[in-house]
């Protein structure tokens, strides 16, 4: 598949190209920025990709052109090319300290404690020529989103959030804990079956209530 997508687009590079390409794509439909997604679909560079970041092909212009952009050459990413790079999934922390404690059980890789700021991630997202972002809530916070809100805030221009649902709430709580993270600046959910109630399947009430309310809100899951 990156094979094939490599001949029409600058790069898609990453641990699970279809899940992460289409999650990217549903970002971007939802923040009205589709033509981001012909101008690049980038996604987590690794190092054992088939293609690295010397090796993107630039897109056809007459893809280029179907960019509602004033000017194709308005826009370039670090190596002037005229397309974004957008990481679409990662993760920020701090080192577990207050205001932005871990919750209960829950710790930093080894050694990456230190590491997983958002300024860290800044600095490496400058270096790699990254222009924006998605943060996804990490499991070491489970559902006290401060320090992602925080980022948010801090660097609207950088950041897009998706919020992790919470399951263990009534149908009604969820949704309106949703619909108040919405508030905050986060525009997208994600599921993890992992945090479920035991015995307990993303398809319970609450489940099925957190579904309805993020396609409502017009929020990719």
């Not at 397309?83 to 920020?92: M, Q």
């Not at 992790?164 to 804990?177: I, R």
Request: aromatic share 10%; proline share 8%; charged share 15%.
């Amino acid at each position: 598949m990156l094979k094939r997508l490599g001949r029409h687009f600058p790069i898609v590079c990453t641990l699970q190209p279809p899940r992460n390409t289409l999650l990217l794509f549903m970002i971007l439909l939802t923040l009205g920025r589709t033509n981001t997604f012909v101008e690049a679909l980038v996604s987590r560079v690794h190092s054992s990709s088939a293609f690295s970041l010397s090796q993107r092909i630039q897109p056809p212009r007459h893809l280029l052109r179907m960019a509602s952009t004033s000017s194709v050459d308005s826009v370039s990413n670090k190596d002037g090319f005229p397309y974004r790079l957008i990481d679409s999934h990662h993760h920020v922390w701090t080192a577990g300290l207050l205001p932005y404690a871990y919750a209960e059980g829950q710790s930093a890789p080894p050694g990456l404690q230190e590491k997983g700021s958002v300024e860290e991630f800044l600095g490496l997202a400058a270096n790699a020529g990254v222009q924006r972002s998605l943060i996804v809530q990490p499991i070491l916070y489970m559902f006290d989103h401060s320090y992602v809100r925080a980022a948010l805030e801090r660097y609207p221009e950088k950041f897009h959030g998706m919020l992790v649902a919470n399951p263990t709430l009534s149908p009604q709580e969820a949704t309106a804990e949703l619909g108040r993270l919405q508030s905050q600046g986060f525009n997208s959910v994600r599921f993890n079956p992992y945090i479920w109630p035991a015995g307990e399947k993303m398809d319970n009430p609450t489940g099925r209530a957190l579904y309805a309310e993020a396609g409502r809100r017009t929020m990719p899951v």
